[in-house]
């Protein structure tokens, strides 16, 4: 995984100078382009924790009162490094907080939660990629690629309950849980221009792999339609969508995180 990492600026420079004489794109295939906007997430996911003489712990958002659905901040960038190479980087955030009486007895961690105690819990989700890729075909109007890249998980979950103490009273304790898994992931995608101001962009990629304490499968497909008004602005409209199956395991202690994050997406760009 250090080496895959590594290798990224690498491949960079290369693109960098074996490209510096590239031939001019068309209006519409611009040199950098950069997007904020809003997802709206139908998110599920389910998260599981064993160890050694204790049961197995299972949860999903419903458990914990989450929403799953979430309108969140989302920003990504495209830089064209040479004729063919392209570098495009994105993130997406997610996050929600939940209290109910508990419906289940379950523990979490050093937390034991019966049923009908007070719970608050707080899921945290960031998701950070990076793809390089090369334009194997390429017209006046179109192009598609393939590339290499990683997704980086960063997931936190953080579960309160009201727990009855010795004397009688009641406190609130919290245990959590904290996540970061790179992944990486072969890309394949492109852009077609139905006009200048018209285009549609889409992309997909998929990986599965055992590695160090991690084992992972990882699918995501997204398409978006923009229209530039303006030469150097324009919007963006479309659909995304990721899932993400990763299981950890370190000495007697197992986690596996099961998410999905589908849902349609608004956003602006801009274009140099």
Request: aromatic share 16%; no cysteine; hydrophobic share 45%.
């Given at each position: 995984m250090k080496t895959f990492l590594l290798s990224i600026p690498i491949v960079l420079v290369f693109c960098l100078q074996g490209h510096a004489a590239e031939v001019t794109a068309k209006n519409w295939d611009k040199r950098l382009t950069l997007r904020a906007g809003?997802?709206?997430y139908d998110m599920s996911g389910d998260f599981s924790s064993t160890r050694e003489d204790?049961?197995?712990i299972n949860l999903d958002l419903d458990d914990l009162d989450l929403q799953e659905k979430q309108v969140a901040l989302f920003l990504g960038g495209d830089l064209r490094l040479g004729e063919r190479?392209?570098?495009s980087v994105d993130y997406f955030h997610y996050d929600d907080n939940g209290s109910d009486a508990a419906s289940k007895d379950f523990e979490f961690n050093d937390l034991v939660v019966t049923v009908g105690a007070q719970i608050k819990s707080k899921l945290?989700?960031?998701l950070?990629?990076?793809?390089?890729g090369y334009d194997i075909y390429r017209t006046e109007r179109a192009y598609f690629g393939a590339g290499i890249g990683a997704h980086v998980v960063d997931f936190s979950l953080e579960v309160s309950a009201n727990i009855s103490v010795g004397d009688g009273s009641d406190t609130f304790r919290s245990e959590d849980e904290d996540l970061t898994a790179p992944l990486p992931n072969l890309y394949v995608g492109g852009a077609y221009a139905f006009r200048d101001d018209v285009i549609f962009n889409y992309?997909?990629?998929w990986m599965s792999l055992s590695y160090g304490d991690y084992e992972g499968d990882l699918l995501f497909v997204n398409g978006t339609l923009e229209y530039w008004p303006f030469r150097n602005v324009g919007l963006g409209a479309g659909y995304a969508y990721r899932t993400a199956n990763i299981t950890y395991k370190a000495n007697s202690k197992k986690e596996k995180y099961d998410i999905e994050m589908p849902g349609p997406i608004l956003y602006v760009t801009v274009g140099f």
């Open positions: 809003a997802i709206a204790r049961p197995t190479w392209r570098l945290s989700f960031d950070y990629v990076v793809n390089v992309g997909g990629g």
